[in-house]
């Protein structure tokens, strides 16, 4: 398979073809969903020696399905890691990988506008009960991760780009200073997906994606997966997974598959009419702010272009106008569904600062009257009319 994977790694089939191995599944065109909850042996030293053997051996569904290694092998190919697993959600995998990392005691340096339930994690969960302790950082300069991180921080979280304010960390930079720490990194790549941008190239550990948005594709799967190049690392997230539970099921890796076979082509879709549509916002008189990396106004643009290949459909923007003036604006779009999550066919709005303290948005470096849109696959014209309708009502 090694062959297979450096050929497939510098075409564009990878997503689409390898970790098919058809000799195994009756000559398939598409991989089927082995539906079942255990493998049966034919010896009783078989059954002992199973994790012994090819990966082509299966014994308990907790521990691994055909139909989802077939999923992680091909993650793991796109992002150009060594294994990947999948789990049930994404903070299954996140929390994995914290718990794989870090110990009572443990320091962490994480980005303040990290996944919120994941941050909830970090601040209650692991300082009431592991007595672990975080420093947040903006994380737009590397000096502040120089001054955040010590010898005793075991861990680095980032987002780049981050789901709400879009703001980029350098990933090079930051795994840089990690490593002359003895300190992991962990990256959230869910808004580039590895066809936009590869962490591990950059020198992170591991990397985590919420597969309900664009692996998925379709609004119709809740996963999440983690890749990583160390064996010992792996050692240790494939051992969280199977003590915690927390795998994925087999039908859900299916249509994982089946959002991995159309990814690029929808994921350009996306960013063609995100582009356009931050274009509209930002030279729209209502409009006091668009964050979006596409766009040449982005103060972090030249970075984006250093370590991305691309953006999505995700972006926020900022009206000129009071909190319940933008929930006016959110609740006026008829194409524009209001609803949390991203990445399907659906175009999408949210305000997920609406109900923050002034003082805790401030912190996050934002504004209350903040509005989040995921633009779909409706077509750009349909949303920018929507847009342009609902902005009217200021």
């Known amino acids: 398979m090694t062959d297979q994977r450096e050929y497939l790694r510098d075409s564009r089939?990878?997503?689409?073809?390898?970790?098919?191995e058809y000799e195994h599944y009756y000559n398939a065109i598409v991989?089927?969903?082995?539906?079942?909850?255990?493998?049966?042996?034919?010896?009783?030293?078989?059954?002992?020696d199973s994790d012994k053997t090819d990966k082509h051996v299966y014994c308990y569904g907790r521990v691994q399905n055909p139909t989802v290694r077939i999923l992680e092998d091909k993650i793991a190919a796109l992002e150009h890691g060594e294994r990947a697993f999948v789990f049930s959600s994404g903070m299954a995998a996140a929390t994995a990988a914290v718990m794989a990392v870090c110990h009572a005691g443990s320091h962490i340096v994480c980005v303040r506008n990290v996944y919120g339930p994941l941050k909830i994690f970090l601040t209650e969960y692991c300082a009431q009960h592991l007595q672990i302790t975080c420093t947040f950082v903006k994380g737009d300069c590397l000096e502040e991760f120089e001054d955040a991180i010590t010898d005793d921080t075991d861990l680095v979280v980032l987002e780049s780009p981050s789901?709400?304010?879009?703001?980029?960390?350098?990933?090079?930079?930051?795994?840089?200073?990690?490593?002359?720490?003895?300190?992991?990194?962990?990256?959230?790549?869910?808004?580039?997906t590895p066809i936009f941008q590869n962490p591990l190239d950059m020198g992170v550990d591991i990397v985590m994606h919420t597969m309900s948005k664009y692996i998925g594709g379709h609004s119709d799967i809740i996963g999440?997966?983690?890749?990583?190049?160390?064996?010992?690392?792996?050692?240790?997230?494939?051992?969280?997974?199977?003590?915690?539970?927390?795998i994925m099921g087999p039908m859900e890796a299916w249509l994982a598959i089946r959002g991995?076979?159309?990814?690029?082509?929808?994921?350009r879709q996306h960013e063609k009419t995100a582009l356009a549509v931050a274009d509209f916002l930002e030279k729209h008189p209502k409009v006091k702010k668009v964050h979006y990396p596409g766009l040449p106004s982005f103060p972090q643009y030249e970075l984006m272009k250093r370590q991305q290949r691309g953006n999505c459909g995700l972006m926020s923007f900022e009206i000129d106008g009071t909190v319940e003036q933008a929930k006016e604006v959110s609740q006026a779009l008829s194409i524009f569904k209001i609803g949390v999550s991203w990445g399907g066919f659906e175009s999408l709005v949210e305000m997920p600062f609406a109900r923050m303290s002034g003082e805790e948005v401030e912190w996050l470096g934002a504004a209350q009257n903040l509005i989040r849109i995921h633009c779909g696959l409706e077509g750009e014209d349909i949303l920018i009319s929507d847009l342009e309708k609902a902005l009217s009502i200021l």
Do not use: W
Request: glycine fraction near 6%; charged fraction near 20%.
């Open 224 to 246: 999440g997966v983690l890749v990583a190049k160390d064996h010992t690392l792996l050692e240790k997230l494939a051992l969280m997974r199977e003590l915690y539970g927390g």
């Open 260 to 267: 991995l076979r159309t990814i690029e082509i929808r994921l």
């Open 31 to 48: 991989p089927p969903v082995f539906m079942n909850s255990l493998n049966v042996f034919p010896t009783i030293d078989a059954y002992f």
């Open 13 to 20: 089939l990878i997503e689409t073809h390898y970790g098919e």
């Open 163 to 192: 789901s709400i304010l879009m703001t980029l960390q350098d990933i090079q930079g930051v795994a840089s200073i990690a490593a002359k720490h003895n300190a992991r990194t962990y990256i959230d790549n869910t808004f580039c």
